[in-house]
């Protein structure tokens, strides 16, 4: 999904992320929540976050 590729799962996570987006009052519309969720994937935002997530957790994992 994360690559960018246009499949079914890519419409399920920007539906999913289009409602996050809506309820936690970051967007109006869900259309608005879609197309806020496309460029985070498309431009690669979404995947840079999720790598620096996962380094945190090894981080956190590591430490403890």
């Known amino acids: 999904v994360l690559a960018g590729e246009r499949t079914p799962a890519r419409h399920v996570a920007l539906a999913n992320?289009?409602?996050?987006?809506?309820?936690?009052?970051?967007?109006?519309?869900?259309?608005?929540?879609?197309?806020?969720?496309?460029?985070a994937i498309d431009s690669g935002a979404a995947a840079t976050l999720l790598d620096r997530w996962a380094a945190k957790t090894r981080e956190a994992e590591t430490a403890a």
């Open 17 to 39: 992320a289009a409602a996050t987006l809506l309820v936690a009052d970051r967007v109006s519309t869900l259309r608005e929540g879609v197309e806020q969720a496309t460029i």
